[in-house]
């Protein structure tokens, strides 16, 4: 009698553990539906003079994303007049990008200056560099005070099988939690 009350508590201690088991969000078997990874979020960013690069610190921390620095291979001798150049030719400048992977990333994002009311050549470098369709490309820029807006149209040109979320002037840093929030980035 005593045993088969043994069994009886030892099945019921088992079946309880299983339940538990399936509700623990750390079991979730990799065939589920996954929740989000790092891996997910890349934060790709040009900067020359650093304030692109505090914003895009702020994106990957808040989203959890990964970082990762777009370098231009060459210097530039006179900036002023080399950089304009080279947007206005549409010219590709090398880059060095500090990511492998990218195209294991569902989301970019891809901040920049503005140089000219324009994205820097870089960009478009990068952008021609992998096969983002079917990803998503999330813009963002600092500025003196031009906004996004006139800088926008390169990304759908080079990558016309992306979609291309709303971007972000974040010339202000009040704006970049509720822009995060508003596209479903964060909670
Ligand atoms: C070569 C160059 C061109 C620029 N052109 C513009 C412009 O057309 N409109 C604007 O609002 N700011 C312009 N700026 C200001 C930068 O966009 C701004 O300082 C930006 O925050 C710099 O970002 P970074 O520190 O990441 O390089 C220009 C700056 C440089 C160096």
Redesign the pocket.
Known sequence: MKSKRNTLMTALVLAFSLVLAACSPGQSSSSEGASRTKGDILVA?????????EVAGQIADLTDGTLGEIQRVEEYGN??EE??AEILEGARPEITFSVDNVEDYDTVFVG???????APAMIATFLESYNFAGKTIIPF??????SIDHSLHIFGEICPDATIAEGLTA?NEDDIEPWLQELGMIQ
């Open positions: 960013y040009f900067s020359y003079t650093g304030n692109t690069e900036l002023q950089a304009e920049y200056p503005i140089w000219w009311n324009e820029c600092t500025s003196g005070s031009d010339n």
